[in-house]
């Protein structure tokens, strides 16, 4: 049997991986859905360097599960899996991306989103108080994260989410193919994903090349609306 370590993405918490948790329990599999700090309904304050320490409790995950880990990222999820395999590459046997930035060194996620203006949730970006982080209005989200969920669902996720750090989505990705290189990957696309568009998905695809594709046909949030589609693809993995 796995550990399966789910990672979410921007804005959210490890609230987002609720209905996906138990699927794969049933199957004897382990699972973790933390919040990182600072997010979700975590207290923690962060500093400069939020993908880092990211990176760091991740790790410090992967370090402590029992093997064989599988490290999922969702979206900005991405990132923070690739740079927690830098740290321990032995420790994870197989990185997946579910619908998730899969970047190059030195890439950051904003550098990477400004090149498809169209597509994304730019427009739902919102300034906070702080000037170190960034928001989202929650009824404009609905149809970029949302739109294959019930309007349920979709709402109901959305009071969810909390202030994202800008440094997470600006800070250039710091790994290299003598470690994080080695650690096979796997890429779940999703057809109808209006954050991350199926075209963004495959370019970094082609760029990154992985062992395996899956594809869904979902939205940027198979873990809301279509949990079961989702966790199919996982167990094949296990």
């Known amino acids: 049997m796995a550990t399966f370590i789910l990672i979410h993405g921007a804005w959210h918490g490890g609230w987002c991986w609720d209905r996906l948790v138990p699927l794969l329990r049933a199957q004897g599999h382990e699972v973790l859905a933390p919040d990182l700090p600072g997010m979700g309904n975590d207290p923690r304050g962060l500093g400069a360097d939020p993908l880092g320490e990211w990176a760091d409790f991740t790790a410090e995950l992967v370090a402590a599960a029992q093997a064989p880990v599988i490290l999922v990222g969702h979206s900005r999820g991405g990132l923070v899996i690739s740079e927690a395999a830098e740290r321990v590459p032995d420790g994870v046997a197989m ?112 760029a990154l090349p992985c062992q395996a594709v899956i594809t869904l046909d979902a939205d940027h949030s198979p873990f809301v609306s279509d949990p079961s589609a989702l966790a199919r693809a996982l167990l094949q993995l296990a």
Do not use: K
């Open 95 to 206: 990185l997946v991306y579910l619908t998730a930035f899969l970047l190059a060194p030195g890439q950051s996620l904003a550098e990477v989103a400004e090149r498809y203006p169209e597509v994304g949730p730019a427009r739902a970006i919102r300034p906070t108080e702080d000037p170190g982080r960034l928001d989202v209005d929650r009824e404009e989200v609905l149809p970029i994260f949302y739109n294959r969920c019930s309007d349920e669902d979709a709402r109901a996720a959305a009071r969810r989410l909390v202030a994202e750090p800008l440094a997470a989505l600006t800070t250039p990705l710091r790994i290299s193919e003598a470690r994080f290189g080695r650690v096979p990957r796997t890429y779940i696309e999703a057809t109808d994903d209006r954050a991350i568009s199926l075209r963004m998905q495959r370019e970094m695809q082609a």
